[in-house]
């Protein structure tokens, strides 16, 4: 019978203090906008902060997390199938690379529930590709979120 690993918990203040000095010295001379401000409270409370109880929570109840060295669409293919993936989060070069791979339709990949796009304009014939060759709902954050230019 499998047993349950015990989580390992990662201090992250030891890593970041010896940083800290050379944040400072390395502060701006000129003034930061309060926009920019902004725009750094939001994506440290939500995409980092809050982001991660998500994640943990997901991993805590048996989730499994596969990352990648270095990105290489068939291997991602490969990974997917493999280990029955159902979700993703790629960035919209990334989709671009897996869709035009000539083998991507011989990739069992109907365990997909959800696949999120993030971090850059996503183009609605790939979002069109996507929604009609691969399993799962799609959801473009990147829009949603309102990081497109205007």
């Given at each position: 019978m499998p047993t349950a690993r015990q989580p390992r918990t990662f201090a992250s203040w030891p890593t970041a203090?010896?940083?800290?000095p050379l944040a400072a010295l390395s502060w701006p001379d000129?003034?930061?906008?309060a926009v920019a401000w902004s725009g750094f409270a939001y994506v440290s409370v939500f995409s980092m902060w809050l982001g991660f109880f998500a994640w943990y929570r997901g991993l805590a109840l048996g989730g499994?997390?596969?990352l990648m060295r270095k990105?290489?669409?068939?291997h991602y293919?490969?990974?997917?199938?493999?280990?029955?993936?159902?979700?993703t989060m790629l960035v919209p070069v990334q989709y671009q690379r897996i869709m035009a791979l000539p083998e991507f339709d011989d990739f069992n990949?109907?365990?997909?529930?959800?696949?999120?796009?993030?971090?850059?304009p996503f183009h609605a014939a790939l979002k069109a590709d996507i929604l009609e060759r691969w399993p799962g709902g799609l959801v473009d954050l990147y829009d949603v979120l309102g990081g497109h230019v205007g």
């Open positions: 203090l010896p940083t800290a000129v003034s930061v906008p499994t997390l596969v990105f290489d669409a068939a293919l490969e990974l997917a199938a493999q280990h029955g993936a159902t979700h990949l109907s365990s997909f529930v959800m696949k999120y796009c993030t971090s850059a």
